[in-house]
């Protein structure tokens, strides 16, 4: 895990992008996948068995704060 200072994340931009289903050419080719949690309560390890980081892609998640999603693997 690379360990980063405060100032490296004041630095960097944040990316707000508001996506409509309109903005999707094929509508109907939009898989919804539901992420469960573990026993601790944690949904990176579910999370990272449902998405491939190499595939160039538009992925959408949508979980609440506190769910361990910023835990490196």
């Known amino acids: 895990m690379k360990i980063i200072e405060v100032t490296e994340l004041l630095?960097?931009?944040?990316e707000y992008?508001?996506?409509k289903e309109s903005d999707f050419i094929d509508i109907n080719n939009i898989s919804k996948e539901i992420v469960s949690k573990d026993s601790e309560?944690?949904?990176l390890s579910d999370l990272n068995s449902k998405i491939n980081l190499l595939e160039k892609d538009t992925t959408?998640?949508?979980?609440?704060?506190?769910?361990?999603?910023?835990?490196?693997p």
């Open 11 to 14: 630095n960097t931009p944040i």
């Open 41 to 43: 309560g944690y949904v």
């Open 60 to 72: 959408i998640i949508n979980i609440g704060v506190g769910l361990g999603k910023w835990i490196s």
């Open 17 to 19: 992008k508001k996506i």
